[in-house]
């Protein structure tokens, strides 16, 4: 068993057209009139659809469909209904006499005519409505202009030009909706989730650490080789290998290096005297650098018992 009610809308208002979607109930789950009566909206969802197989509803005034015997022309007919943020919204073919008494604020509210069990009081569906004077909920006006509404910020923060209509600016926020469910999940062709990208950066570092640490091995080893062929060719002393080895490691020292090692002398004798040290004459690379070194002749180094 359901019974049927009817109940009053209410909101600051302004002079304005006759809309053509209006707000019939709050959003639940408690829906409270002026007059002290409550009701439940538990499933707006389902009173939505039990409405819709009963499209069209007639649309009075001051519910005179309600009144037995009393003539009730049409104010207009709800031809569809809406759930929007949780509350019911209905679209409505306005008659023109009614279109016209809107606009100039002879009615500014809307009845809604609810079917509701007699125990839980839960709103079954929509059964009509009623243009009238003293509403009892706390729903939208029929004229409330939209610049009544303080919209400017709103239009102004989405770049739209003032006096843009509620559809407009719906439009502009649904945009911005699925811009924003866009960029929480962006499409792989264009870009990388932060794990894989993290992942990423991390083994090439790696990589780039690991062939680092192999250059700088074989840079080693090379100077190594080099230091030891020139100590083996008498090029260097023993005591100035580690300075060697440290010019080496410069950029570009192992290439200065080398070139110096092909052009110097040898400063350190060979192990196998030459058939000259053997017989006490002659003079060697040795003792030229250290005549070149000190300024002397050969005659002079020789006399000094140099060689």
């Not at 309600?66 to 209905?90: F, N, S």
């Not at 016209?100 to 009615?107: K, M, V």
């Not at 843009?164 to 909706?177: F, K, M, N």
Request: hydrophobic share 45%; aromatic share 4%; glycine share 8%.
């Amino acid at each position: 068993m359901t019974l049927r009610t009817s109940l009053c809308s209410i909101d600051p208002t302004a002079e304005g057209a006759a809309p053509e979607w209006v707000q019939v109930l709050p959003a639940g789950p408690e829906v409270d009139g002026v007059d002290g009566r409550r009701w439940r909206l538990s499933d707006v969802q389902a009173v939505a659809q039990a409405t819709r197989v009963r499209l069209p509803l007639v649309v009075d005034w001051e519910h005179q469909s309600e009144t037995p015997r009393t003539a009730a022309p049409a104010a207009g007919w709800i031809t569809d209904v809406d759930v929007r943020g949780g509350e019911l919204w209905a679209r409505v073919d306005w008659t023109p006499v009614a279109a016209g008494q809107i606009a100039r604020r002879e009615y500014r509210y809307l009845s809604p005519v609810i079917a509701y069990s007699p125990t839980t009081r839960e709103i079954a569906h929509l059964d009509g409505a009623g243009l009238v004077h003293r509403p009892n909920l706390d729903l939208r006006a029929l004229n409330n202009r939209e610049d009544d509404m303080d919209l400017k910020p709103v239009t102004q923060a989405l770049g739209l030009p003032d006096g843009a209509s509620v559809d407009e600016i719906a439009t502009a926020i649904g945009g911005l909706h699925r811009a924003v469910n866009t960029a929480q999940q962006p499409p792989l062709d264009r870009y990388v989730p932060r794990s894989d990208y993290d992942l990423a950066v991390a083994r090439a570092s790696n990589a780039e650490a690991k062939v680092a640490q192999i250059e700088a091995a074989r840079i080693d080893a090379e100077i190594e080789a080099a230091i030891s062929a020139a100590l083996t060719r008498g090029k260097i002393a023993p005591a100035s290998a580690d300075y060697h080895r440290s010019a080496c490691r410069a950029e570009g020292g192992l290439a200065a290096f080398k070139a110096f090692v092909d052009a110097a002398p040898a400063l350190v004798r060979d192990q196998v005297p030459s058939a000259a040290a053997e017989t006490g004459g002659g003079v060697d690379d040795v003792d030229r650098a250290v005549c070149a070194a000190l300024g002397l002749s050969l005659d002079t180094y020789r006399a000094a018992g140099g060689a």
